[in-house]
T-cell receptor, first 111, second 115 residues
Framework: QKEVEQNSGPLSVPEGAIASLNCTYSDRGSQSFFWYRQYSGKSPELIMF????GDKEDGRFTAQLNKASQYVSLLIRDSQPSDSATYLC???????????FGQGTRLTINP | GAVVSQHPSWVICKSGTSVKIECRSL??????MFWYRQFPKQSLMLMATSNEGSKATYEQGVEKDKFLINHASLTLSTLTVTSAHPEDSSFYICSARDWGTGELFFGEGSRLTVL
């Protein structure tokens, strides 16, 4: 079982709709959770991080964490074509410095 | 925001040569830097964790003699791909942790093509 799993997609969402991206992780000791956006040929850029159970909102983005289910998600409201990218979920285990990345979900927002 | 600079952004080399990639934190000190490799349409795979002033910690399956990492200062880590072969062609990305805030920042990446 991979440490961090994501549906590779592609996920297609019409412009203006809500895009929902999901991620599961295997290590219950995981403490920090990150969502990165990566455009083709570019390096990842941090969108959000979340440490506590529940929801965290930042503009059009909402991260949701459920440690009991070992599940973290990212919702993008009012999706824009510029949101089309690969979204990477990353997890940091307690006591470790490194991040473990999922395989990424390719998101396409259709005008 | 904080900036991590990688150089070169792209490089083409002949098989058998060595290539050095630099990763610099421009406005913060980074005691820890990470080197990732990403093949097309795949996720980032951690190669090694680079700690200032000490030996790098390599992930399982990564050849330390082939991928030499040096972290001689708080703002610079280098990755040298020795005796490069076509299968080493990839996108290499570094990230640096700001020792003051703990935040992690990514460099722009370096695309290596070995002919």
């Amino acid at each position: 079982q991979k440490e961090v799993e994501q549906n590779s997609g592609p996920l297609s969402v019409p412009e203006g709709a809500i895009a929902s991206l999901n991620c599961t992780y295997s290590d219950r000791g995981s403490q920090s959770f990150f969502w990165y956006r990566q455009y083709s040929g570019k390096s990842p850029e941090l969108i959000m991080f979340i440490y506590s159970n529940g929801d965290k909102e930042d503009g059009r983005f909402t991260a949701q964490l459920n440690k009991a289910s070992q599940y973290v998600s990212l919702l993008i409201r009012d999706s824009q074509p510029s949101d089309s990218a690969t979204y990477l979920c990353a997890v940091r285990v307690q006591g470790a410095q490194k991040l473990v990345f999922g395989q990424g979900t390719r998101l396409t927002i259709n005008p | 925001g904080a900036v991590v600079s990688q150089h070169p952004s792209w490089v083409i080399c002949k098989s058998g040569t060595s290539v050095k990639i630099e990763c610099r934190s421009l406005d913060f000190q980074a005691t820890t830097m990470f080197w990732y490799r990403q093949f097309p349409k795949q996720s980032l795979m951690l190669m090694a964790t680079s700690n200032e002033g000490s030996k790098a910690t390599y992930e399982q399956g990564v050849e330390k003699d082939k991928f030499l990492i040096n972290h001689a200062s708080l703002t610079l880590s280098t990755l040298t791909v020795t005796s490069a072969h076509p299968e080493d062609s990839s996108f290499y990305i570094c990230s640096a942790r700001d020792w003051g805030t703990g935040e992690l920042f990514f460099g722009e990446g370096s695309r290596l093509t070995v002919l």
